[in-house]
């Protein structure tokens, strides 16, 4: 109890003090953040709790939490260093037209984010079943997954930028409803791998697993990936130009980003790791935060792959 209220209470602290930082940023606005928490934070992951009633959480077993976490801050370290800044930045650079650039950073993701850091808890001795704890749903988590995508649909449908951007794509090309329809399920697909593996196997099969089990809290384990997972988002906002799709008049300074990943990323979070936490299913989460990118990625998509 002592270890999940001090988690509790440092991300009040870093998230205040994040508010604060996007105050004083030109670039930035900051009204919306209490928003942002108690919708996302507060509200989906209320939703995800009660979603799951009646869950039975999959057994995944951590055999050295200390260990592992070492290693775990070892690759969060260099994936964050010099993979999400530079390194991707670089794939951009060097495949500049589209559809290939999508296709090379996908490929990358998934090298870096995914199959590096399963080779390394292999060699830590885990098996591939354990690593990618992917099950069939059962009844609870279809109706997890059903109301989950709603909620998220409802909300994504009615603010946000990803409604005006499909909406004037259909008017400039002429296209149906039905045919975006059937676009759609194949962009889905596409962050299902993109966004949903490469961050849900990292962040939550791994990182929070570890956490939870480090820290003997799944409250601390579940706020303190919420806020790595936020934090990972940042050097996007800097060195790949993240900023344009967030609405921001410019590119942030790495203060700025980090308060900004903080405030609006960081309370996603919070709704997949409660997920997580509930059912210990990679298959629930992945499919759900692909879902998730959709509406708002889903005009840029077809722009790269169609032209």
Do not use: C
Not at 68 to 86: D, K, R
Not at 96 to 113: H, R, Y
Not at 119 to 139: H, N, P, Q
Not at 150 to 157: D, E, K, S
């Amino acid at each position: 109890m002592k270890v999940a209220l001090a988690a509790v209470l440092a991300y009040i602290v870093f998230y205040g003090a994040s508010v604060a930082v996007l105050a004083r940023d030109p670039h930035l606005e900051a009204g919306e953040t209490l928003g942002v928490l108690l919708v996302f934070g507060l509200g989906f992951s209320f939703v995800a709790w009660l979603a799951t009633r009646g869950a039975t959480p999959r057994r995944l077993r951590v055999r050295s939490p200390g260990r592992e976490m070492a290693w775990l801050a070892l690759l969060l370290v260099g994936i964050g260093v010099g993979f999400l800044g530079p390194g991707l930045t670089a794939v951009r650079a060097a495949v500049p037209t589209e559809p290939s650039q999508s296709i090379a950073l996908l490929a990358a993701k998934l090298v870096v984010l995914v199959v590096l850091p399963a080779l390394v808890f292999r060699w830590l001795g885990y098996t591939w079943r354990e690593l990618f704890a992917f099950a069939s749903l059962d009844r609870v988590e279809r109706r997890a997954l059903v109301i989950l995508m709603a909620a998220t649909a409802l909300l994504q449908g009615t603010v946000g930028r990803g409604p005006r951007a499909i909406a004037a794509l259909m008017a400039e090309r002429g296209l149906p409803a039905w045919e975006l329809g059937l676009v759609a399920l194949p962009v889905w697909a596409w962050l299902t791998l993109e966004a949903g593996l490469t961050e849900e196997f990292l962040f939550r099969v791994l990182l929070q697993s570890r956490l939870a089990a480090w820290l003997k809290s799944e409250t601390a384990g579940v706020i303190g990936m919420a806020l790595l997972f936020g934090l990972a988002h940042a050097p996007g906002y800097v060195l790949r130009g993240a900023h344009v799709a967030e609405g921001m008049t410019g590119a942030p300074s790495a203060l700025s980003a980090v308060a900004y990943a903080t405030v609006v990323v960081s309370p996603l979070g919070l709704m997949f790791g409660v997920l997580w936490a509930r059912t210990r299913n990679l298959a629930l989460v992945v499919v759900l935060h692909g879902f998730a990118d959709l509406i708002p990625n889903l005009a840029p998509m077809i722009r790269a792959f169609s032209g």
